[in-house]
């Protein structure tokens, strides 16, 4: 009884007085699992094979020169420099020459064969405009009087909206509120349009990149996905050149961006000297439920319009003026399992409106694959010290086990990174995540505040949290910005990023300008 209690959450709900006396309603809920306390160890030892298939030199190299520094240190400045001069007359020119060609080869073939490093030039954010803007109360009067949803579908979209950590100055089309049931191919075009030619343009001003200096476009849009495609549309409008390598990415919900990432590294590494773009948005009005199926109305109070663009590259000459240096990305997906893969569901309900239907295994879902994730990320990112505890400590349990095992040791993910951008999905999803990896208020703002200024942007989200954090001046040079999404399919996506120098305050072309004094806010 008392392990099934420590999984529930309580909060107080719906205070008022009735008849003269104080009254409430206490909501119980299940919390998200513990992932860190009860690892896997094959997911620890996939991340120990990323880790020495990647950095085997990080083990010989300190040999070489330990065996180095004994040989020398033993031989005075003198002895030194007779040893090399004896040494060197006993071989004549040719084999010298030949010497130093095998040395020259060989340092060649290392360095042409090692990966470019990729680096992140920009990111842009698009910004609707202030006639967009739609708070919680303008949201249920609106769909009231939209005549699409009961009593009981309001008063049940009003109560998510009151505890959802979104504020009120998120967007949403216009076109929601049509009388029609769905927008049509012409307003979904027309949104889609505006918000990733937002993205674009400002992405192109601030990299001085022509459109056709991209050699690779990658889009990811989970829901509409038209013929022809979204990427086909940006390649038109901006008249890219003919060989570019395009690529749309559909259904792979809110995580995508970091999959459309993983392409563009792939492609850029096949394609050297090259740029690439990579675009995340969603469209929300193609998204919109009308019907009154409760587990279909969750995403209506969540969801708005926001989209985001960023510039890779893996140009030598780029080192410099390039804000990020991509390090890892480990990529997990739980579709193997039906629950996994059915827990967030687009379907049509009995009126054959069509929605996302959100199942109620989500949380545990979600749990079980940011553990996989975490475990695999952690011996790639973690300092040493945290490693060797957490292994001895893992091993420790897997060998006595049962009651008398000690508690696992809980690695420290904020010694790893200086700065957390996890995906603004709802509060309660933060909440958890937050007491699950023993994070600081301060390590979470750049998410609850991108949920409370957007709300739920789908997987441009953890582009706003950058563009946050960046505001605020908070990143400076070699610091480690740690991207974590997950989404439906179902699938749990990090990527790590090394800041290349200090990020000054932007001054224009960031969409938290004009509200950043106002930020931080209670939740």
């Not at 090692?114 to 405009?129: M, N, Q, V």
């Not at 708070?135 to 009067?141: A, G, T």
């Not at 998204?287 to 663009?309: H, Q, T, V």
Request: charged residues 25%.
């Amino acid at each position: 009884m008392a392990g099934e209690e420590a999984e529930l959450s309580t909060e107080i709900v719906n205070r008022g007085i009735e008849s003269g006396s104080l009254t409430f309603s206490v909501r119980v809920r299940r919390r998200l699992p513990d992932f860190v306390q009860s690892v896997n160890l094959k997911y620890v030892r996939l991340g120990y094979h990323y880790l020495i298939t990647h950095a085997i030199y990080l083990a010989t190299i300190p040999v070489l020169v330990l065996v180095f520094s004994a040989e020398v240190g033993s031989i005075s400045r003198e002895g030194i420099w007779k040893k090399l001069w004896e040494d060197t007359a006993r071989y004549d020119l040719v084999t010298l020459v030949a010497f130093f060609g095998v040395l020259v080869f060989t340092l060649s073939v290392y360095f042409m064969s090692r990966p470019r490093p990729t680096y992140l030039i920009d990111f842009a954010c698009y910004k609707p405009d202030d006639e967009l803007k739609v708070s919680k109360e303008d949201y249920i009067e609106l769909a009231r009087k939209s005549g699409k949803f009961d009593e009981a579908s309001i008063e049940f979209q009003k109560q998510i909206l009151q505890t959802s950590g979104i504020g009120d100055e998120t967007y949403m089309p216009s076109t929601i509120w049509s009388p029609e049931n769905c927008s049509t191919m012409k307003e979904r075009r027309a949104e889609a349009s505006t918000v990733i030619f937002g993205a674009l343009d400002e992405l192109f001003e601030k990299c001085r990149v022509r459109p056709k200096d991209v050699g690779v476009l990658v889009v990811n849009c989970s829901l509409f996905n038209p013929t022809p495609s979204l990427s086909a549309m940006i390649v038109n409008h901006y008249k890219m050149r003919g060989n570019i390598l395009s690529f749309n990415l559909g259904g792979m919900g809110c995580s995508a961006g970091i999959i459309a990432v993983d392409l563009a590294r792939d492609m850029l590494q096949a394609n050297p000297n090259n740029y690439a773009v990579v675009v995340s948005t969603e469209m929300v009005a193609f998204n919109w439920y009308p019907g009154c199926n409760r587990s279909m109305l969750i995403p209506n109070c969540y969801f708005r319009m926001g989209c985001s663009a960023v510039l890779l590259s893996n140009k030598r000459q780029d080192f410099r003026r390039a804000k990020y240096r991509l390090e890892h990305i480990v990529r997990t997906h739980k579709g193997a399992d039906d629950r996994s893969f059915r827990s967030v569901f687009q379907e049509e309900d009995e009126r054959k409106f069509k929605g996302l239907s959100i199942s109620k295994d989500l949380v545990e879902v979600g749990g079980d694959a940011l553990k996989t994730n975490i475990t695999t990320l952690g011996p790639l990112v973690l300092p040493f010290s945290e490693q060797l505890i957490f292994f001895f400590t893992l091993i420790k349990r897997r060998i006595f086990g049962g009651k008398d095992a000690s508690k696992p040791y809980i690695p420290d993910y904020k010694l790893a990174f200086e700065h957390f951008c996890v995906h603004a999905a709802s509060k309660t999803a933060l909440d958890e995540l937050q007491r699950n990896l023993e994070l600081s208020d301060k390590n979470v703002e750049a998410s609850r505040m991108t949920l409370h200024r957007f709300g739920n942007t789908s997987s441009s989200s953890i582009w706003y949290e950058l563009a946050y954090l960046e505001g605020k001046e908070n990143v400076r040079r070699g610091d480690r910005v740690w991207q974590l999404a997950f989404g439906s399919g179902f699938k749990c996506n990090s990527i790590v990023w090394r800041a290349m120098h200090r990020i000054k305050k932007p001054t224009r072309n960031n969409p938290w300008i004009d509200c950043l004094d106002r930020y931080p806010v209670n939740m």
